[in-house]
């Protein structure tokens, strides 16, 4: 009995992962390391962006419709006002970056894309659909 139940609980989990979710994207913002402090740069509010999580692929639906891969277990950090999760990635170019998911106490997430070799972010602020 425990053996079908443990079988049971496993296809539940494994269905889960593989479903898809799907985030609009509030606000765009490139963020920039300048003189030893983050400081955007550009933002913009679009109409029809997403992204889009399917287990440790992420696509952005932006004009270069942006693709990642993550890897490896979480960072997380724990602060008074949010906790952040951090993993390795690629981009699809094959260049190294950094994905964060951000989620404030106050209820609202940011994903971030991180280029830290290169000092900026694409920072982007979502909401569940």
Request: glycine share 6%; with cysteine; charged share 20%.
């Amino acid at each position: 009995m425990k053996k079908i139940i443990t079988l049971i609980i496993g296809i539940v989990i494994s269905i889960a992962s593989f479903s898809q979710t799907f985030y609009k994207v509030n606000k765009a913002t490139i963020v920039e390391y300048e003189n030893g402090e983050w400081v955007d740069k550009n933002y913009t509010y679009p109409e029809k962006m997403y992204i889009i999580v399917d287990g440790s692929n992420i696509k952005i639906t932006n004009e270069s419709e942006s693709k990642f891969v993550l890897y490896g277990e979480p960072e997380i950090t724990t602060y008074s006002t949010h906790n952040t999760y951090t993993w390795g990635c690629y981009d699809k170019k094959g260049n190294s970056c950094k994905f964060m998911l951000k989620k404030s106490n106050n209820g609202s997430t940011t994903m971030s894309i991180l280029y830290l070799q290169e000092l900026y972010t694409l920072q982007y602020n979502v909401e569940i659909q």
